[in-house]
């Protein structure tokens, strides 16, 4: 696609459901990466992939939290058990591999727990 | 680990004047990047401006000049003739150069929220 895409733009849900973010990245784009927005706060790095496997899964901040990657183009990462304090907004961005100078980011999905 | 600092919480210019950002970082390496990413309140981030720690020079892109000091790990970001359309949130962001697990993980600064008034 043109641009990295994201759905849903802006996501409700009840404490304890589990919900599933997507990302499509720019077409050829190996590198995608997930990052969180918390109110107020700079962005904070969730996960790393390179094509299909996440070498870096380093800020996932609890085991509720998981993501995959396949065909090495859409991902999605999911929140199980949502607590309020995952409210935030979730970016996503991708890069070729042979371009580490400038990641191209989504629009971010809003995830407010109710 | 890196960080990246912004002292600033928030800034405001009026319209046609010029306004400086700050940022500061810390890192024990050497070959790395730079950047300002723009986030207006459609949350798009864009990329303003990019800096490579090798290049002496201060990368500028239109009314956008960075001051890169890399001694005092310290790069600011200047905005001329400032615009309505500058009223966003600015992030100063770190990449390291160097492969690896880690490859191409942006560590942000807190943010600078910019306000540009007519």
């Known amino acids: 696609g043109a641009g990295v895409s994201q759905s849903p733009s802006n996501k409700v849900t009840e404490k304890g459901k589990d919900v599933e973010l997507r990302c499509d990245p720019i077409?050829?784009?190996?590198?995608l990466y997930w990052y969180r927005q918390s109110l107020g706060q700079g962005l904070e790095f969730l996960i790393y992939?390179?094509?299909?496997?996440?070498?870096?899964k380093s800020g996932l901040p609890s085991d509720r939290f998981s993501a995959e990657r396949t065909g090495g183009s859409v991902s999605t990462l999911t929140i199980q058990r949502t607590q309020q304090e995952d409210s935030a907004v979730y970016l996503c961005?991708?890069?070729?591999?042979?371009?580490?100078?400038?990641?191209?980011f989504g629009q971010g999905t809003r995830l407010t727990v109710v | 680990a890196q960080t990246v600092t912004q002292s600033q919480p928030e800034m405001s210019v009026q319209e046609a004047e010029t306004v400086t950002l700050s940022c500061t970082y810390d890192?024990?390496?050497?070959?790395?990047?730079l950047f300002w990413y723009k986030q207006p309140p459609s949350r798009q981030m864009i990329l303003v401006i990019r800096?490579?720690?090798?290049?002496?020079q201060n990368a500028t892109e239109n009314r956008f000049s960075v001051n890169f000091q890399k001694a005092a790990k310290s790069f600011s970001l200047k905005i001329s003739d400032s615009q309505l359309g500058d009223t966003a949130m600015y992030f100063c962001?770190?990449?390291?150069?160097?492969?690896?697990?880690?490859?191409?993980?942006?560590?942000f600064g807190q943010g600078t929220i910019l306000t540009v008034h007519p």
């Open positions: 961005a991708s890069t070729t591999l042979g371009d580490d100078t400038e990641a191209f």
């Open positions: 077409s050829g784009h190996t590198a």
């Open positions: 992939f390179q094509g299909n496997s996440a070498p870096d």
């Open positions: 890192t024990s390496e050497n070959n790395y990047y």
């Open positions: 800096q490579e720690a090798y290049k002496q």
């Open positions: 962001a770190f990449v390291l150069n160097a492969g690896g697990t880690s490859y191409g993980k942006l560590t």
